[in-house]
């Protein structure tokens, strides 16, 4: 959706305009100068490609990021070097211990009734099947509930698999219910004797490109293969079972499991004139994984905080306390470079005034939602009013703040989220589509602009969140 469609459509988004909250006594006001400046960083945003340009070096000259793999250390040199480059003040790294997982090859094929290949793609951090593959009749559940109240006696010696299908939203809410089979479902079906799991993908377009993304397994179950199917092909493993025969399925993924292995978060700061010690966060993550080039996710995000702080550098007074961008190692094998990031700051959350995270792809921001004071909402209300011109209107509800800044969010750190249109976004999530075509210049620079107001006007005010 382009930003004009956007500003034509907020006035049917009604129903997310808060209540403007009264400025307490014991809060400074926000300055007017700060107001202004915000104003001018975002239609200065809206004529420049920075971010564009960053996202497109980031996928040309590193490609795909899978955590641990060296090409997620050529991510890691790339992001120090451009952090420099642009002239951050501080630019530096901090050690991660992340676990190395390699896709090996994967194929799968109905072998009986109607024998013909499928198009998939193991789960991360999946097992691999016994050399050779597993070859077993196929055991059919339309949901991971489903699965949970089966009889183990129907699923021992199987292969599972799970069809649900995600449903479309803006605010992608069908994630985090059909995602329970890809997390939960290898362990579940092991329990019950599976021999492998194949899910259909996680995700909302009608291509024949399987999606991946992380396998959770419980530490007291056996490690089965686990794999997801692409939604096409999810529907033909449907049909031939609609026939009523017995199918009989061949998996066969291979997969290795290197150990742990060190990588880094990488993080560029402009220091703060007044108050260089307190710091507002602005996150993402730098790792993908390797079906595609990880342009939306989460490149996109990368490039987005990145030129958000380098405008703010470039085009406006220094801010009155520090700008950290924090670039996140393996977000997508279990949030692990923000759960190290978390732990070694917990003690300094009192300098850690609020934080955001840009980590769902590049359509346009379109509503603002926070988690701060009550005291505070008038700095979030003015944001919101200054962003209004983009298409941005004031979320009625609580922000969680992204999956990696969100760990802090729940050690009591105040957040933003800065929600963007993901109407699309799951058609390509996780999957060898995701590539830098897909993404639009003029969404990047709707969301650097929406990135930028919030940054400088919560860098500036010297009240608390």
Known sequence: MSVTNLV????????????????????????DATIETARTLRDAALEEDTAYNLLESLTTEVGPRLAGSPQEQVAIDWAVAKFKSLGFDKVYTEPVQVPRWERLSEHARVVSPFAQSLRVTALGKSAATPVGGVTAEIVHYATFEDLQAADTADIEGKIVFISNRMKRHIAGRGYGPAVQARGRGASEAARKGALALVIRSIGTDSHRMPHTGGVNYAADIPRIAAAALSNPDADQLERILKRGKPVTLHLDIQTKDHGMVEMANVIGEITGTTFPDDVVILGSHLDSWDLGTGAIDDGAGVAITMAAADLIKRMAPRPKRTIRVVLFSAEEVGLVGARQYAERHKDNLKHLIIGAESDFGAGPVWALASKVRPDATFVVDKMAQIMGALGVVRADRVAGGGPDVGQLGRMGMPVIDMMQNGNQYFDLHHTADDTFDKVKPEDMRQNVAAWAVFTYMAADWTGIF
């Open 8 to 31: 034509k459509t907020a006035a049917f988004a009604a129903v997310f305009i808060a209540t403007t909250a009264t400025l307490a006594d014991d809060q400074p006001p926000l300055d």
